[in-house]
């Protein structure tokens, strides 16, 4: 059977979705990247807030509206905490709940008997030339408005072995960049006796991935040892750190276990640790209740930090949360206005951070196919290691999934690389 694979929402969700493709294709299916072609649809759908949730049904209905014949299979954290409404939406043939996500290839299958074909294109021919491993699963904290962690359950985390083989062969199939994601990827091992920093340099000793990155990772639990780890320069130097307020009291209202001096301090650890390490990082604008010296303080605290990306995230009650019933809600109007400020500053932080790095060489991980420029030419394009998205214009013949070297500059406000 021909299957099409989609998600909304977080890296774990892609990374799930990588997991799914590999066993789908062990069992004789094609993975296939046009919804229009395929036998059957999956979608990994996301809730972590109201909005996401309306654009995992829109997503849904999107799916069965693009291709009905196709049988339609929906998992993920809003098919979990809404799944009798996902199983009304039209067109969906089977909804899986986090907790048999694991079993979702087989599940399919014993619902959709297929015919074994021979083996699917690989990972690299669909585009991927960073795999994402899903490392583990659930979250033992209660955000004040999460409702991830109620949808995905208590940690557990996966063999260090299982991971070592799973990156092996990734690498074996051509892939030279490993993303490691999870709910609360900094939790890693809680469960089993190890940690995020074992696990890391059981991936360092044990495998030959080139470039080794995170998902987003909660900003406690790295320490003095956990940026050591970055002397070995297979380690990318940038992480994505969720501060979600840059004021203590609205960190406060949300149970977050991180406070802005905790933060600034770990910056310094990663500065230290390799110069021109990035940053990047979520803010949630409008949580109820802060007022409007709350958002100054948090503006002036993201500006201070400088941030090499910030993801954006207007506030939106979700139901069965404790932010949901907290006073102060606010409105439409203010949460605009503040989300334009910040989008304001955050384009500017990340002009100059490009910038501060102009000049310098950087190797980027080419991606698998061209893009177009805004003057109409096609150019290769990919990341530095510490995530600046460029342009390759060097002289050397290049191809996909190719990593480059050159010096970076900035040409029409976008990053190029070229001939050292
Ligand atoms: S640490 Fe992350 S996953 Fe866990 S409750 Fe907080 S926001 Fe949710």
């Known amino acids: 059977m021909r299957i099409n694979l989609q998600f909304s929402g977080c890296r774990l969700n892609e990374a799930e979705l990588q997991g799914w493709a590999a066993d789908f294709r062990a069992r004789g299916h094609v993975i296939v990247r046009d919804a229009d072609e395929a036998d059957v649809v999956v979608v990994n759908t996301c809730a972590v807030t109201g909005e996401a949730g309306r654009k995992s049904r829109q997503l849904i209905r999107r799916a069965h509206k693009g291709n009905p014949q196709a049988k339609l299979?929906?998992?993920?954290?809003?098919?979990?905490?809404?799944?009798c409404a996902t199983a009304g939406i039209e067109g969906v043939t089977l909804v899986v709940p986090n907790r048999d996500k694991d079993d979702l290839v087989s599940k399919?299958?014993?619902?959709?008997?297929?015919?074994?074909?021979?083996?699917?294109?690989?990972?690299?021919?669909?585009?991927?030339?960073?795999?994402?491993?899903?490392?583990?699963?659930?979250?033992?904290?209660?955000?004040?408005?999460?409702?991830?962690?109620?949808?995905?359950?208590?940690?557990?985390?996966?063999?260090?072995?299982?991971?070592?083989?799973?990156?092996?062969q990734r690498c074996e199939a051509g892939v030279q960049e490993v993303v490691l994601t999870g709910v609360h990827l900094g939790g890693y091992g809680s469960d089993i006796g190890s940690s995020l920093y074992e696990l890391i340099r059981?991936?360092?000793?044990?495998?030959?991935?080139?470039?080794?990155?995170?998902?987003?990772?909660?900003?406690?639990?790295?320490?003095?040892n956990f940026f050591a780890l970055f002397a070995d320069r297979r380690l990318m130097p940038h992480l994505h750190l969720p501060l979600q307020s840059g004021s203590d009291s609205v960190l406060r209202r949300m149970a977050r276990r991180c406070r802005c001096r905790d933060f600034a301090r770990l910056i310094e650890m990663a500065q230290a640790a390799v110069a021109g390490f990035n940053i990047t990082t979520d803010i949630i604008v409008g949580f109820p209740g802060e007022s409007e010296a709350e958002w100054r303080e948090g503006l002036d605290f993201v500006e201070s930090v400088g941030f090499g990306d910030v993801h954006i995230f207007p506030f939106s009650a979700r139901e069965g949360t404790r932010a949901a019933r907290l006073p102060g809600q606010i409105t439409g109007e203010a949460i605009r206005r503040r989300q334009r400020q910040l989008q304001q500053l955050a384009v500017r932080m990340r002009g100059d951070f490009v910038r501060q790095n102009a000049g310098q060489v950087h190797e980027a991980l080419l991606e698998n196919s061209q893009q177009r420029t805004?003057?109409?030419?096609?150019?290769?394009?990919?990341?530095?290691?510490?995530?600046?998205?460029a342009e390759y214009a060097g002289s050397a013949c290049v191809s996909g999934n190719r990593i480059v070297r050159g010096r970076l500059a900035v040409a029409n406000g976008r990053a190029v690389l070229s001939d050292i």
């Open 73 to 83: 299979v929906v998992s993920g954290c809003y098919a979990t905490l809404e799944q």
């Open 202 to 224: 059981a991936v360092l000793a044990d495998t030959g991935v080139q470039r080794l990155r995170f998902g987003s990772l909660e900003p406690w639990g790295p320490d003095e």
């Open 374 to 389: 805004t003057d109409g030419s096609f150019v290769y394009a990919g990341y530095t290691g510490n995530y600046i998205r």
């Open 108 to 168: 399919v299958d014993a619902v959709l008997p297929a015919k074994p074909r021979s083996d699917g294109p690989g990972l690299l021919q669909h585009g991927r030339c960073r795999a994402f491993i899903k490392v583990q699963d659930g979250c033992r904290w209660r955000c004040s408005y999460c409702v991830v962690t109620l949808a995905r359950g208590a940690e557990r985390s996966a063999p260090v072995g299982r991971i070592i083989d799973q990156i092996n």
